[in-house]
């Protein structure tokens, strides 16, 4: 590879490095004031990109090339900026109160709404735009030719980062908005109305990332797929550069960018009589760059410790164990998920449902150990879920181990993915911690996506069937229900040992429970560790229900599934994950089959559950039967 291609891709990189920190900036001005994840994001970076695509065919016919395709452009920010104004005051206001988690529940329902909502408006098909009048040619650079549309966005990169430098600084907006971002409840009690603020700056956010969308218009289609890729791309950027840094995000995103490019431009690498392609990394370079900036810097290039919050609304009622009534309910609903298989002959499709429900609620009881005890929102749990099915599966097929063995194997496999993960995520704190979570679990996908000698690439692994007596739908089914509730089993024993309780305390307050001689760092690892591993074992079983294995189970959309699961129950009740994975399983096997808009009915009914039960299910339905007692 010649100096001058190298040079060309870095040049090039710019153009992606604007796009990347359009989208980023927004996300990270609304986290700073409103200290929302919102999940929905991305969605407006691809509203943006369809109403450009729209618009401006139609503003072209009226008005000339030129003015329908710049002014597609800005009618796309400026539409995106007044439905992010309106999903604040409808939907946000209602919220801010409940825990911050379930505020991102509400934002991931509101994707799913938007997504479909996309879906029934502009139907599946990819949608091109217009070329970009008087930028359609290109320029000779280095040998090559470079787009002069792609050079027009690498200056409008650094002049929308002028234009908010000078906003945040020079305007009494903009001094608003860095003072919510240091000290929100200063700002209240000095009479600032919060309600106007919060919502200018969610307009501002949204039609900053839909004017970024819009201004992809000339390079790439709009289609469905581009909410959640672009939002994981967006908070990376973001914690890269660090929470609420507008200089961060735009040098986090051309340091993402040229490493893209950079793997690009290598290609085919040989070292040490191993060859690689390193424009395959370009599928994970971001998640790498973070992996490695929050390794070395925990909170960001610019970020700084985030100042300690208040808990909202109520104060957390102390874990207790079952007593008489709860055992003899739990036992009950143990002896009619165990009597299923004596149902088969008159409803045959009860126990593969079952079976669904009982491994999705091992997979969520792990996450709830992280995230209810250890106070650890992990945004990337199916790592270990992935690797226990690829660990179970090579073992099974590859190796032709029994079935006990094979899933020991996959236990293993996930347990050891755990303690390395966990030993560098557990040293950080919220967002940072949730990311550097997701960094692992993107590089575990990519090297199952790539791995073809041991994983089979994107077609995974087949025929993963389990031996006598665990090969007839009832023995699997029965072996996974009491592989689940061991688990279970485990779960409690250990949030009601010494063990729990010095978790909960690192979760309440870090400072008090080292001082009291609590390795916080070491209780934590070791949690991260036993939660890897059970996910592990819903992983195996996951493998052998299905018969086989794909990098799906390690995707976003996996570890999102369990979050939503540990969300819906309720975090602060032992019993939230159950019911959160039954719920969740039900309603996506019910609403799959009931409507082709099936994720946008599931994001309704989510987001009418945290309204109503803002604290989740299982607290929510305590709360209603001590008001009746």
């Known amino acids: 590879m010649s100096f001058e291609a190298l040079l060309f891709q870095a040049v090039n990189g710019f153009a992606s490095a604007s796009g990347l920190f359009l989208v980023a900036a927004g996300l990270s001005i609304i986290f700073g004031v409103t200290r929302i994840v919102n999940m929905a994001h991305g969605s407006f970076y691809m509203l943006g990109l369809y109403l450009a695509v729209t618009l401006a065919p139609l503003l072209g016919e009226a008005f000339g090339g030129a003015l329908g395709f710049w002014g597609g452009i800005l009618g796309a920010a400026l539409v995106t900026a007044a439905l992010g104004a309106l999903v604040e005051v409808v939907l946000l206001r209602r919220i801010y109160a409940a825990p911050e988690l379930y505020q991102l529940l509400a934002t991931f329902a509101l994707l799913l709404i938007i997504n479909d909502a996309a879906l029934a408006f502009w139907g599946p098909e990819d949608i091109l735009g217009p070329r970009a009048p008087g930028l359609s040619g290109s320029v000779e650079f280095l040998g090559r030719r470079l787009p002069d549309y792609d050079i027009f966005l690498a200056l409008i990169g650094p002049v929308v980062l002028v234009a908010l430098h000078m906003l945040l600084t020079r305007t009494r907006f903009g001094r608003l908005i860095r003072a919510a971002t240091q000290d929100r409840e200063m700002v209240a009690a000095l009479g600032i109305n919060e309600a106007v603020l919060f919502t200018a700056v969610f307009a501002l956010g949204t039609g900053i990332a839909g004017f970024g969308g819009a201004l992809q218009m000339a390079r790439e289609p709009a289609n469905l797929a581009l909410d959640l890729s672009v939002l994981g791309d967006a908070f990376v950027v973001v914690v890269v550069g660090g929470m609420g840094s507008i200089r961060g995000a735009y040098l986090a995103a051309l340091l993402v960018a040229e490493v893209k490019a950079l793997c690009t431009a290598l290609g085919l690498v040989e070292l040490g009589g191993f ?12 998640f790498l760059v973070m992996a ?14 985030q100042p300690a919050q208040a808990r909202r609304g109520e104060a957390e009622a102390p874990l207790v164990p079952l007593g008489r009534t709860g055992r ?9 998920f165990a009597a299923i298989p004596l149902f088969s002959a008159v409803a045959s499709y009860a126990p593969v449902l079952a079976l669904d429900m009982v491994i999705a609620a091992l997979f969520a009881a792990s996450l709830h150990l992280l995230m209810g ?16 099915a690829y660990g179970t599966a090579y073992a099974a097929t590859v190796l032709g181990l ?11 496999t996930a347990a050891a993915g755990a303690v390395l993960f966990g030993w560098f995520c557990v040293r950080l704190e919220g967002v940072y911690f949730a990311m550097l979570t997701l960094a692992f679990a993107q590089i575990v996908w990519s090297i199952a996506h790539q791995w073809e000698e041991v994983t089979g690439g ?8 389990p031996d006598p007596p665990f090969d007839s739908a009832s023995g699997l089914y029965l072996a996974a229900l009491g592989v689940t ?20 305390a690192g979760r309440d307050s870090r400072l008090r429970a080292e001082a009291l001689g609590i390795a916080v760092d070491r209780v934590r ?7 890897g591993t059970l996910c592990g074992a819903a992983g195996g079983l996951f493998a052998f229900a299905k018969g086989s294995i794909s990098p799906e189970a390690i995707s976003v959309g996996r570890s999102i599934d369990g979050l939503v699961m540990v969300l819906l129950g309720g975090v602060h009740s032992l019993m939230g994950p159950l019911l959160g994975a039954g719920g969740l399983t039900l309603l996506q096997d019910m609403v799959m089959r009931e409507s082709p808009y099936w994720r946008g009915l599931l994001g309704l009914i989510i987001l009418l559950i945290v309204l109503i039960f803002p604290s989740g299910l299982a607290a929510g339905l305590r709360r209603k039967r001590g008001s009746a007692a």
Do not use: K
């Open 458 to 465: 994107s077609n995974g692994l087949f025929g993963v069937w």
């Open 402 to 412: 029994p079935t006990p063995l094979a899933f020991g194997v996959g236990m293993a």
């Open 525 to 531: 690892w070791l949690a991260f560790a036993i939660a």
């Open 485 to 504: 509730v061991l688990g279970l089993v485990l779960i409690r024993r250990l949030v009601f040992a010494p063990f729990g309780l010095a978790l909960r």
């Open 292 to 305: 490695v900036v929050l390794v070395i810097r925990p909170h960001g290039l610019f970020g700084r410790p």
């Open 373 to 388: 005890p250890g106070g650890l929102a992990s945004f990337g749990h199916a790592a270990y879920f992935g690797l226990g």
């Open 328 to 336: 003899l309910i739990a036992l009950a609903v143990l002896v009619c």
């Open 275 to 286: 060859t690689f392609n390193m424009s395959r990394l370009t599928l994970v370079a971001e």
